[in-house]
T-cell receptor, first 112, second 116 residues
Framework: ETGVTQTPRHLVMGMTNKKSLKCEQH?????MYWYKQSAKKPLELMFV???????ENNSVPSRFSPECPNSSHLFLHLHTLQPEDSALYLC???????????FGPGTRLLVL | AQSVTQLGSHVSVSEGALVLLRCNYS??????LFWYVQYPNQGLQLLLKYTSAATLVKGINDFEAEFKKSETSFHLTKPSAHMSDAAEYFC??????????????FGKGTLLTVNP
């Protein structure tokens, strides 16, 4: 595998479910990100991890919980989501912050 | 604070015609600038980036963009559109300075349609 991979690619969950999104980067980067992409809105940065430490949480509700066990893996744990959380969730990585991001293909999430 | 404005949420061109997607930015310091493309059901792919070298930047698939500081613009062009160019294009800006500055601000995107 090369680049940034995300699983699952599609997810349907109820509001009471607990699920996790997984991201893995094979680029040797030291920073990883979660973005939310909703229709008609700019990409929203959710979380940033640099050297496995969370360096930013952009006022994201606590029903989204990130985890970065090492520099290659990033998770987004989901629980008690709302229908408005339905979106495309994109993971990205970069070498040193401030430079271009390499994005994964995204997980299309639908909350019923 | 930095910001990005993409003029035109939807641009339609004929196959073989010039593609011009507009991007204006605001930044308090010299910026890094990027163009990304997103094909249907895929993530964002980096087309090209400006990082203070040549002001005319060439990217993949014959796209190029020119950094014009006086106009605070970074418009994306391609001489001849191909059907496979149909996608959504995002302009983004990142402040250059600051040891821990990692903010990459995206525009709202421009959907490019290519007509046969």
């Amino acid at each position: 595998e090369t680049g940034v991979t995300q699983t699952p690619r599609h997810l349907v969950m109820g509001m009471t479910n607990k699920k996790s999104l997984k991201c893995e980067q094979h680029l040797g980067h030291n920073a990883m990100y979660w973005y939310k992409q909703s229709a008609k809105k700019p990409l929203e940065l959710m979380f940033v991890y640099s050297l496995e430490e969370r360096v930013e949480n952009n006022s994201v509700p606590s029903r989204f919980s990130p985890e970065c066990p090492n520099s290659s893996h990033l998770f987004l744990h989901l629980h008690t989501l709302q229908p408005e959380d339905s979106a495309l969730y994109l993971c990205a990585s970069s070498q040193d912050v401030g430079l271009g991001r390499h994005f994964g293909p995204g997980t299309r999430l639908l909350v019923l | 604070a930095q910001s990005v404005t993409q003029l035109g949420s939807h641009v339609s061109v004929s196959e073989g015609a010039l593609v011009l997607l507009r991007c204006n930015y605001s930044s308090s310091v010299p910026p890094y600038l990027f163009w990304y493309v997103q094909y249907p059901n895929q993530g964002l792919q980096l087309l090209l980036k400006y990082t203070s070298a040549a002001t005319l930047v060439k990217g993949i698939n014959d796209f190029e963009a020119e950094f014009k500081k006086s106009e605070t613009s970074f418009h994306l062009t391609k001489p001849s559109a191909h059907m496979s160019d149909a996608a959504e294009y995002f302009c983004a800006v990142s402040d250059r300075e600051g040891g821990s500055n990692y903010k990459l601000t995206f525009g709202k995107g421009t959907l490019l349609t290519v007509n046969p």
